[in-house]
């Protein structure tokens, strides 16, 4: 289970830890003690790539948050690439798992680029950094496919909202309904998208029960979905994000869950480029004047890079943020928990009471509540 930590600023901290990776000296005693025994120049060397990487990383990530939507996704790309890498020399010292830096591992053809940047498409291959980012997470490797932007913004958390109010389409991200402790549940597009889901929902032990008076799908798990969770760690860290259930998706070669990190660099970079080789047609997707998407794809770079960043860190330090607020089910459960003793401490002074000035005052309950 990952260890949490609570902050008023989760994205602030995290960044302030992040930071120390730009430390030559804090590299090296990280990957030293991930591999005690193994070759000095070696470490020394990763360290120096991985604090490099982590400090052009930075200055990419403060030129992106002064630029504005027409540019910024670029500068976030060459930010990601460079956390990415960094991370990949902080984990592994064998060149199996570095080597995946030497390609893009993917690209956005002139004739898959359409009017609509829903339909338009990347070309996945079977290197680079997005194979990389589903290796480290012990995720399926996808042949050669194309994969087209509506499906990667299907798929990203803290928007499904408005992805849904943009495309008319059900998103592929459930939000867990509050005061509930396992309960998702997501908007839906027409009974066609429902049934569209049902193969990745058997696939998993997903089920769901829809109310077309609110045009919710309840989402839960049968008894096949609960199996697959409680025995496989990596489904269950590529399900589930913060507050989210992140849904399976069908690919040319399969059905998958695949971990959000892959999601959310492969967008951001594929941003990137349509911004450095195609700026006219970019400048056509994020122009509120002509496009219906200027406002998904806004907030989804904010989005993407944010949610990067979580998993970036959850990965090398091995716990995360949550933010410092309370909900009616915590409320509730520190009621339901403390109520006992509190009852106990009150039968305790009462006892104490009639023991010691002679009276015999009656209890309200009986002896040590449970």
């Known amino acids: 289970m990952l260890n949490t930590k609570i902050s008023t600023n989760p994205l602030k901290d995290i960044l302030a830890d992040l930071q120390l990776f730009q430390q030559t000296n804090y590299c090296y005693d990280y990957i030293k003690n991930k591999y005690p025994d193994d070759d000095e120049t070696k470490i020394l060397y990763s360290s120096k790539v991985a604090s490099a990487c982590f400090r052009q990383a930075n200055e990419f990530i403060i030129s992106a948050q002064n630029a504005n939507l027409s540019t910024n996704p670029l500068l976030y790309?060459?930010?990601?690439?460079?956390?990415?890498?960094?991370?990949?020399?902080?984990?592994?010292?064998?060149?199996?798992m570095l080597k995946y830096f030497k390609d893009h591992g993917f690209y956005i053809s002139d004739d898959n680029i359409k009017d609509n940047i829903l339909e338009t498409n990347i070309?996945?291959?079977?290197?680079?950094?997005?194979?990389?980012?589903?290796?480290?997470?012990?995720?399926?490797?996808?042949?050669?496919q194309e994969i087209s932007f509506e499906l990667l913004l299907s798929q990203i958390p803290e928007i499904?909202?408005?992805?849904?109010?943009?495309?008319?389409?059900?998103?592929?991200?459930?939000?867990?309904?509050?005061?509930?402790?396992?309960?998702?549940?997501?908007?839906?597009?027409?009974?066609?998208?429902?049934?569209?889901?049902?193969?990745?929902?058997?696939?998993?032990?997903?089920?769901?029960?829809?109310?077309?008076?609110?045009?919710?799908?309840?989402?839960?798990?049968?008894?096949?979905?609960?199996?697959?969770?409680?025995?496989?760690?990596?489904i269950k860290n590529n399900l589930f994000y913060n507050e989210y259930l992140i849904l399976p998706n069908k690919f040319e070669d399969g059905i998958y869950c695949l971990n959000l990190m892959f999601y959310c660099y492969l967008l951001i970079m594929s941003y990137g480029m349509l911004v450095r080789y195609n700026a006219h047609k970019w400048e056509n997707f994020i122009d509120p004047k002509i496009s219906k998407e200027s406002t998904l794809i806004a907030m989804s770079v904010d989005v993407c890079v944010n949610d990067f960043l979580?998993?970036?860190?959850?990965?090398?330090?091995?716990?995360?943020?949550?933010?410092?607020?309370?909900d009616d089910y915590n409320?509730?459960?520190?009621i339901r928990d403390s109520t006992p003793q509190i009852m106990n401490n009150i039968t305790s002074e009462i006892v104490h009471y009639n023991l010691q000035y002679g009276e015999n005052y009656p209890l309200p309950w009986p002896k040590k509540m449970k």
Do not use: W
Not at 78 to 84: Q, S, V
Not at 311 to 321: N, R
């Open 331 to 334: 409320v509730k459960k520190v």
């Open 77 to 96: 790309s060459y930010a990601l690439n460079n956390f990415a890498k960094g991370m990949a020399y902080l984990l592994y010292l064998d060149e199996e």
């Open 310 to 326: 979580t998993l970036l860190h959850q990965k090398l330090l091995e716990y995360t943020y949550i933010e410092d607020k309370y």
């Open 160 to 234: 499904s909202d408005i992805f849904n109010k943009t495309t008319l389409k059900m998103s592929n991200v459930a939000k867990r309904v509050p005061n509930t402790k396992g309960d998702f549940e997501m908007y839906c597009g027409n009974s066609k998208q429902i049934e569209q889901r049902k193969e990745i929902s058997e696939e998993y032990g997903i089920h769901g029960t829809y109310d077309n008076r609110i045009n919710i799908l309840n989402i839960g798990f049968n008894m096949k979905g609960k199996e697959k969770i409680e025995h496989d760690d990596a």
């Open 123 to 144: 070309t996945i291959k079977q290197s680079g950094v997005p194979t990389f980012i589903l290796k480290l997470f012990n995720n399926a490797v996808l042949k050669k």
